[in-house]
């Protein structure tokens, strides 16, 4: 009984502090010189579309974060065979899946009002277009077998290799080429990159806050995904031993 | 495989399996006339598409790795789907070891493409008179390393996909994601050869595509067993 009065608990701490963020980091005002932790530095070109940092860049951090750890239990599949890795690595690519479309289409909107086109093939916008592309070719591929062990056991062979290639679009190009984000090679004008200039620390705080948050909520949604396939399954095999 | 005559081994059966699908391949030129079709279709496509416009060298280029990309993609499988086809997998599980098969087979695909290749760009020089190759040492070497890197990833991918219901459809869905890379250094290297660059020009896109080529073989030759063994 004590579990679920804690996880009770849990779930109201997550709905408060996601509330917080969301208020602080939609209400608080932005000025050109911040004198305290009330206020938000108003950053030239961005003004207030700089605030989609709050919410985009957790979600993209999380399509790769849940990509990385279906992979993982990927490859915990393949060495012990248990299939209940197999249910976790779905289910974090599913995740990983939706906080891919929700960060190309937060960043899209916000493109057209920023840069003028809803899409602009800058290197990281390529790198979250590959990133779709592997979690629907993974989800193709695990569609296509009906023998479970063998559904498993190549869609985490895929996942292996998708993650041997996949850190080259994310982690190198988007660094190494000319493009629109922060962090390019040509970016001379600092915007709100989290590691360097820009950001003041109540920004920051309420930005390390968001994915703090968002990782709550992944968390929390991959234990409920995990939980009810776990109960799908149980049921299966129990309808057909009858 | 330090020892010498495991190495020796693992060389014969190899080559025994490259024969082997090689020899098949002459009798019944399965995959080569397809291919050989489907370049020469598709080629006579996208020169009535352009109709009489003569479009620059990057066009071109980038038009090249389309045409060579989706030929692989209609004949690369054909290895590991004919043997789920035959119902000859299981057989050659008993009779080879899974890294012979992989190698064997991928040395097939290597071959197979840059025959294909070739012949691709010999056509595209026949047809599009405004496509020229000014630096053929750089372009010789992005033709042949973009071959073996596109080898090296699908043979691993056709190996997954011959396991699945819908094989034909799955294939280039499957390769595209993890071709990108390749396919971005090739059309960039091919364009720099048709500007007239120097060779050494070209090193920074061969280093990516040799360090390609060692990421997805190594990653292949780890993980096939999972894949080929039943």
Known sequence: MSGKIKNRRLKQVLGLWTTAVIILALGLPMVAHPSHWGELPLIPGLEQRARIIFFHVPTAWLSVIAFLTSMWFGIRYLRKKSPDDDIKSVTHAGLGLLFCILATVTGSIWAKFNWGSFWNWDPRETSIFVLLLIYGAYFALRSAIDVEEKRATLSAVYSIIAGVIAPFFIFILPRITAGLHPGSADDVNSGPVVSSGGMNASMRVIFYSSVAAFIGMYLWMSNLRIRATRLVQAQELESRKQ | ?230
């Open chain 2, 1 to 230: 495989m330090e020892d010498p005559r495991k190495m020796k081994s693992f060389l014969v059966s190899t080559k025994a399996v490259f024969l082997k699908d090689w020899r098949s391949e002459l009798r019944t030129r399965y995959a080569l006339s397809a291919l050989v079709m489907f370049v020469l279709t598709t080629i006579a496509i996208i020169v009535f598409a352009f109709g009489g416009e003569s479009p620059s060298q990057e066009v071109l280029a980038g038009v090249l790795w389309v045409i060579i990309f989706f030929s692989g993609m209609s004949g690369l499988a054909r290895t590991f789907v004919a043997e789920e086809e035959r119902g000859t997998s299981l057989t050659l599980q008993l009779l080879s070891t899974p890294t012979a098969v992989l190698f064997g087979k991928l040395a097939f695909n290597v071959v197979l493409i840059i025959i294909v290749n070739t012949l691709a760009v010999l056509l595209f020089l026949f047809f599009f008179s405004t496509f020229r190759v000014s630096s053929v040492g750089l372009f010789v070497t992005t033709l042949a390393l973009g071959s073996i890197g596109l080898a090296s990833a699908s043979t691993i991918i056709a190996a997954i996909i011959a396991r699945a219901n819908t094989k034909g459809s799955l294939f280039p869905v499957l390769s595209l994601p993890l071709l990108l890379p390749l396919l971005m250094t090739v059309i960039h290297a091919t364009s720099l050869s048709s500007e007239g660059a120097f060779f050494s020009e070209g090193l920074d896109d061969f280093r990516i595509l040799v360090s390609y080529i060692g990421a997805v073989t190594g990653v292949s030759y780890i993980l096939f067993d999972y894949v080929w063994k039943d």
